[in-house]
Each structure stands twice: as C-alpha cells, then as structure tokens.
C-alpha cells in the first residue's frame, strides 16, 4: 500500500499558514491535517473552521480535519461548510455522551459527502470502534496523547495497528487508510508502515527538518 504524509500544521507558523499550505503541497505532502481543539477536550485552543475556509483555495490536497473537541456532532456542518475533505473524531468525546453517538456523527459527516473517520487514544482498545469500521474511510490511533505536538511516539501502539488493519481485513477492506498520529519520525516511520499504517502524520518531523521535502520523502520511504 502506498504510503502517504500528513504534515500537522499545528507545528507551523499560524502567521504565515497561506505560504505554508502552499509550500506542502509543493513538497510532496498528500494531506493537510487540520488539528482542531476546543479547549475542553484537551486543554490547548487551537483553530476552528476559519482556518478551513482560509486554506482551501490554497491547495488542492485533501483537507483532514482532526477534531479533538466536546460534542462533535454539533460542529460538522460547520467543517464541512468550511471545506473539509475528511473528519475525524474522538471515541472519547462521543462515548461520554451517548453509545450511538459516535455512529451518529460518522454518518452524519458522510451525509455531506465527505470522508469520516474515528479516533482512539492510546489508553482506548481498537477494539472498541470495530463495530464502526464499516462506516469509516480512516481509523486514526493516537501515538500520543492528544493536545500537544512534538511528544514521544508510544510504542504499544504498534500492536492496535496490527490488529486494526487485520480487522480491516476481515471485514473486506484491506485497503482502509489506519492513520497513526503523534510522535512520528524518521527512525520510526518505517516500523510504523510494517505494522500495517498507511497515513502518518508528522508535525515536529517535517517542521523542525531542515528541509521538509527530504522529511516527507524520508517518512514515506
Ligand atoms: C496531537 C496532534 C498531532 C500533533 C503531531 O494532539 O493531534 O497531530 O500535532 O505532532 P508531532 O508529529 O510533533 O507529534
Ligand atoms: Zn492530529
């Protein structure tokens, strides 16, 4: 399976974001992730669908917004107004406030024709979203805990990407995109694909390189 970056623009200069989207794209990025959060659900604030709408002309990658906020379902008409391509969200945040919520908002993101997706925090089973992979185009497995960038890779994910993508497998889809998220680096990104992820965000890894096109070729192979 092919192999494709997301560089994480919480790593990056929000002054400067229009060059910087641009300047992705030109790198050989193949999605740009979105890390949204409400201050609630983590504690950092960081952009909402502003952000979105700003960059969208900009670039013709596909926009993966991560949504790292408190009752979901109430902020995707506004995402996918905005210009998202796919959105995911946290099994957390809609575990707390019903067991169909989840489910719910998956549809609801793809009833805007857009692409969805369900994250698990490393302290949460892949298990435990299964009964939505159908659903999903991506699953997402943190490797950190969210809220901040540049933390260190926890390596017991690997096992929840084995099983993720033999479950993928299972269930008929063997090309499903597993989106791994945290702490992604040259050292690890190969151990990473082994394991089965295809989708690997990088934020420190491609921002703090000296040059993000050699960072993104070397994540990639
Ligand atoms: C963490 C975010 C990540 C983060 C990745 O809450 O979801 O996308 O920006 O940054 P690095 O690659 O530096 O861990
Ligand atoms: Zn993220």
Redesign the pocket.
């Given at each position: 399976m092919q192999t494709k970056i997301a560089p994480?623009i919480?790593?990056a200069d929000f002054s400067v974001m229009g060059e910087t989207v641009k300047k992705l794209e030109a790198c050989g990025a193949d999605l740009i992730?979105c890390?949204v959060m409400d201050g609630s659900f983590?504690d950092p604030i960081t952009f909402g669908g502003q952000m979105i709408k700003n960059i969208r002309p900009l670039t013709k990658l596909p926009l993966d917004a991560?949504l790292?906020i408190e009752h979901p379902k109430t902020q995707i008409k506004f995402f996918a107004e905005a210009g998202a391509d796919i959105i995911t969200v946290h099994y957390k945040a809609c575990k707390k406030i019903s067991d169909t919520y989840l489910e719910e908002t998956l549809k609801l993101i793809k009833s805007y024709g857009l692409k969805c997706g369900a994250v698990v925090n490393p302290d949460v089973p892949v298990e435990n979203i299964f009964p939505v992979f159908p659903l999903c185009d991506m699953v997402l497995l943190m490797s950190?805990y969210?809220?901040?960038?540049?933390?260190k890779f926890i390596p017991e994910v690997l096992d929840k990407i084995e099983k993720a993508r033999e479950y993928a497998k299972f269930i008929g889809r063997p090309e499903m995109d597993i989106e791994i998220?945290?702490?992604?680096t040259l050292d690890n990104a190969a151990q990473i694909r082994v394991a089965g992820a295809n989708v690997l965000?990088?934020?420190?890894?491609v921002f703090n390189a000296p040059d993000m096109s050699a960072a993104i070729d070397g994540l990639r192979k």
């Open positions: 994480s919480l790593s992730h890390d983590v991560h790292m950190v969210p809220g901040y960038g540049g933390q998220d945290g702490g992604v965000v990088a934020g420190s890894a």
